[in-house]
C-alpha cells in the first residue's frame, strides 16, 4: 500500500500476556519510528530506527518493551507480561530519514488493551 | 528537556468563522516546530512545519502558523473553519536538528465545528 501499515488495528489481551505489534513503513523510507498515544495525551516517543538498527531507544518505558527491524522495512514492537497500564494506541511512522526531513507520517494505529 | 503546551483541551467555532490554536513550546536551542491533525480513523497528518526563514509559515488546508520566539509560541490559524476540519490538533517540537523527526507532542486540542 501507499501508507504506513500497522496491525492488528485492535488487540485484546491479558495482564501478564506477551504481544506483537507490526509495522510496515511507506516503501523507500529509511527511518522508523514508535510512538505511544495513551487516551487524552498526544503522543509519546519510543523507539527511533534509521535503517536496522535502533538509532535512540531512550523512550522506551522499561525492559518489558523491545522492538526490532531486521531488515530495515518492517517493525516489530514486543511487549512482553503486559500490565493494564500498557492500554493506549502504538503508533508507527516512517520519513525518508536523514537530517531535518521532519515529515513523518503515521500509520493509523494498533489499539492494545490489557485486561 | 523539550516541552510543549497547548492550553486549549476543547474548542468550539461556528462554520466560516476564524479559528486560532495556541501552542507554547520550551526548548533551549532553536526549535523544529509542527502541527499535525488526527481525525477519527485516520492517521497524524502533517499540516506545516517550521525549520528556519520567514515565521509565517503556510500548510495544507489553508492553515498557516505564526512563530513567535519572544513568546515561544507558535499559533495555528485559520480565516473561516470547514465542518470537516473538526479533528484534533496536535502542536510538536523536534528534539535536536540532526533527528528533527523525533517529537515531542502537546496533549492536543480538540476542535468542534458548529454548523
Known amino acids: 500500500g501507499a501508507g504506513v501499515s500497522q496491525t492488528p488495528s485492535n488487540k485484546v489481551t491479558e495482564k501478564g500476556k506477551y504481544v506483537e505489534l507490526r509495522c510496515d513503513p511507506i516503501?523507500?523510507?529509511?527511518?522508523l519510528y514508535w510512538y505511544r498515544q495513551s487516551l487524552g495525551q498526544g503522543p509519546e516517543f519510543l523507539i527511533y530506527?534509521?535503517?536496522?538498527?535502533?538509532?535512540?531507544d531512550s523512550g522506551l518505558p522499561n525492559d518489558r518493551f523491545f522492538a526490532v527491524r531486521p531488515e530495515g522495512s518492517v517493525s516489530t514492537l514486543k511487549i512482553q507480561r503486559t500490565e493494564r497500564g500498557d492500554s493506549a494506541v502504538y503508533l508507527c511512522?516512517?520519513?525518508?530519514?536523514?537530517?531535518?526531513?521532519?515529515?513523518?507520517?503515521f500509520g493509523e494505529g494498533s489499539r492494545l488493551t490489557v485486561l | 528537556a523539550q516541552s510543549v503546551t497547548q492550553p486549549d483541551i476543547h474548542i468550539t467555532v461556528s462554520e466560516g468563522a476564524s479559528l486560532e490554536l495556541r501552542c507554547n513550546y520550551s526548548?533551549?536551542?532553536?526549535?523544529?516546530l509542527f502541527w499535525y491533525v488526527q481525525s477519527p480513523g485516520q492517521g497524524l497528518q502533517l499540516l506545516l512545519k517550521?525549520?528556519?526563514?520567514?515565521?509565517l509559515v503556510q500548510g495544507i488546508k489553508g492553515f498557516e502558523a505564526e512563530f513567535k520566539r519572544s513568546q515561544s509560541s507558535f499559533n495555528l490559524r485559520k480565516p473561516s473553519v470547514h465542518w470537516s476540519d473538526a479533528a484534533e490538533y496536535f502542536c510538536?517540537?523536534?528534539?535536536?536538528?540532526?533527528?528533527?523527526?523525533?517529537?515531542?507532542f502537546g496533549t492536543g486540542t480538540r476542535l468542534q465545528v458548529t454548523l
Open positions: 511512522a516512517s520519513s525518508l530519514g536523514g537530517t531535518q526531513s521532519g515529515e513523518l507520517f
Open positions: 516503501s523507500g523510507h529509511t527511518a
Open positions: 530506527f534509521q535503517g536496522t538498527g535502533a538509532a535512540d
Open positions: 526548548y533551549g536551542a532553536t526549535p523544529y
Open positions: 517550521y525549520f528556519s526563514g520567514d515565521t
Open positions: 510538536a517540537v523536534g528534539e535536536i536538528p540532526g533527528t528533527a523527526s523525533k517529537l515531542t
